[in-house]
Antibody
């Protein structure tokens, strides 16, 4: 069974940092691209970042470029999101999402999400 | 960047009704469009990719069409379990932008 489980969310102060992790199982992690997608409370989905299977291609939304860094460790079946210079508008549930191989860029499995709250 | 605009933002329809949701891209994206369903309190699920290809396990009452800038998601006969918010997403290139969502309710 495909599973992706996020961790690392919590309360951070404006300007602070957090590192999210995503543990993947039930599939060959190294063969799939991965994404982070977020959803602010009561709001819609916002794509945050994409990383290819080999980490050779990385993309970011303009809203997080220069502040967030996506990475992965295929040996540990893990995806990460280092979030620096956090702002109140980064408050959201962050989903780890597996890239869909038949349609690169779309996602076919989502974790349950981890809540990041940025407040003083 | 290409913007994705969905309409309407919400709708209410009766069980058995045909429901159509529109997604418009500000520039052409060929058929690089996906649709997702997010039920209340749940994570999103992929419904359609390639603008019109149904993901495995998705009921056949769902269909997608369109190419270029204009796309539609149709539910041929609305069921109570279809109450959800529906999102389109472009994936031709980054940013992989989602539409604002369409909330579907039962009248």
């Amino acid at each position: 069974e495909v599973q992706v489980v996020e961790s690392g969310g919590g309360l951070a102060q404006p300007g602070g940092s957090l590192r999210l992790s995503c543990a993947a199982s039930g599939f060959t992690f190294s063969s799939y691209s991965m994404n982070w997608v977020r959803q602010a409370p009561g709001k819609g989905l916002e794509w945050v970042s994409y990383i290819s299977s080999s980490s050779s291609t990385i993309y970011y939304a303009d809203s997080v470029k220069g502040r967030f860094t996506i990475s992965r460790d295929n040996a540990k079946n893990s995806l990460y999101l280092q979030m620096n210079s956090l702002r109140a508008e980064d408050t959201a549930v962050y989903f780890c999402a597996r890239g869909f191989r038949a349609a690169a860029g779309a996602v076919d499995y989502w974790g349950q999400g981890t809540l990041v709250a940025v407040s003083s | 960047d290409i913007q994705m605009t969905q309409s309407p933002s919400s709708l209410s329809a009766s069980v058995g009704d045909r429901v159509t949701i529109t997604c418009r891209a500000s520039q052409g994206i060929s058929n690089y469009l996906a649709w997702y369903q997010q039920k209340p309190g749940k994570v999103p699920e992929l419904l359609i990719y390639g603008a019109s290809t149904l993901q495995s396990g998705v009921p056949s009452r769902f269909s997608g069409s369109g190419s270029g800038t204009d796309f539609t998601l149709t539910i041929s006969s609305l069921q109570p379990e279809d109450v959800a918010t529906y999102y389109c997403q472009k994936y031709n290139n980054a940013p992989l932008t989602f539409g604002g969502g369409t909330k579907v309710q039962i009248k």
